[in-house]
């Protein structure tokens, strides 16, 4: 009964849960309950930074989190890309693939890559095993998780690894949204956009979401920040109360950057790790 409320589009739902009497307290498996309890964590940008990656994860555990949710780029840049695949199949949580993920599978030529992330990614492509190659093959662009949506770059060309930097970036994605909130990443740097009688960005740390508005959520990055503070970035989306926050987790960025000098990487890849650029 509580998987078939869970996979009804959200106008249903509301419908339902309109329809359901409220169980009485210390009711814990009401499809109402186990519905309004829901509260994703969703990361993205993890870029093999497994310390990241595991600091994310227990605080989200310490949130209260029920749910996880990946926005891609598992893979390139870190030392840790083989741990990062092993801990998302575990997890078994909803996926999409990246730019990084996508190029780690492919055979080609990576000379139009700058020469940092060149190196990062004929590394990378070196530890992958097959199943790990067939895991990042097999990842989707665009999902719909429950009410809402996930895609790593944009909606309008999700294939074309397109940067949002710009109310006009995000109009473009929000004509292919048919969802009130959608989740994305790649920028590696936390922002919204909302969508009302026009679309403006809005630089927040929290945000309740209202009906007849649409909410374009980019999360920041698990494991690379770009926005000049170095400490992990994640969102909540609290469903009960319709609520969306970005965290920021402190990590043990020391041993995330010896790795990377230990692997033989490009040293500024771990001291941008510092600088949050
Ligand atoms: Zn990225």
């Known amino acids: 009964m509580q998987i078939g409320v869970l996979l009804l589009p959200s106008?249903?739902?509301?419908?339902?849960?309109?329809?359901?009497?409220?169980?009485?307290?210390?009711?814990?498996d009401s499809?109402?309950?186990?519905?309004?309890?829901?509260?994703?964590?969703?990361?993205g940008d993890i870029h093999a930074n497994l310390e990241a990656f595991q600091a994310v994860l227990e605080d989200a555990a310490q949130q209260g989190c029920t749910d996880r949710v990946c926005v891609g780029d598992i893979v390139g840049y870190g030392a840790n890309p083989r741990e990062c695949i092993a801990m998302i199949k575990?997890?078994?949580?909803?996926?999409?693939k990246g730019n990084h993920d996508e190029e780690a599978v492919l055979e080609t030529s990576l000379e139009g890559l700058n020469p940092l992330a060149r190196q990062a990614m004929?590394?990378?492509?070196?530890?992958?095993?097959?199943?790990?190659?067939?895991?990042?093959?097999?990842?989707?662009?665009v999902r719909?998780?429950?009410?809402?949506?996930?895609v790593h770059a944009t909606l309008d060309t999700p294939g074309s690894w397109t940067y949002v930097t710009n109310k006009f970036d995000a109009m473009a994605s929000f004509s292919y949204q048919f969802t009130q909130l959608c989740f994305y990443g790649h920028t590696h740097t936390p922002r919204i956009y909302v969508k009302g009688d026009s679309v403006e960005p809005v630089e927040f740390m929290n945000v309740r979401l209202e009906m007849g508005r649409k909410y374009f959520v980019n999360i920041g990055s698990t494991g690379q920040p770009r926005d000049g503070d170095w400490r992990s970035a994640y969102a909540i989306y609290d469903v009960a109360n319709q609520e969306v926050t970005i965290?920021?987790?402190?990590?043990?960025i020391q041993t995330a950057q010896d790795k990377i000098i230990d692997?033989?990487?490009p040293e500024m890849l771990a001291h941008r790790l510092s600088l949050g650029k």
Do not use: H, N
């Open 11 to 28: 106008y249903c739902e509301k419908l339902y849960l309109w329809l359901v009497p409220t169980p009485p307290p210390g009711t814990p």
């Open 31 to 43: 499809p109402r309950g186990a519905i309004q309890r829901m509260k994703y964590a969703i990361f």
């Open 90 to 96: 575990e997890m078994g949580c909803p996926v999409v």
């Open 122 to 141: 004929e590394w990378t492509r070196a530890q992958l095993d097959p199943d790990d190659r067939a895991f990042l093959k097999s990842l989707k662009l």
């Open 144 to 150: 719909q998780v429950r009410d809402f949506t996930i």
């Open 247 to 252: 965290r920021r987790v402190e990590y043990d």
């Open 263 to 265: 692997a033989g990487l």
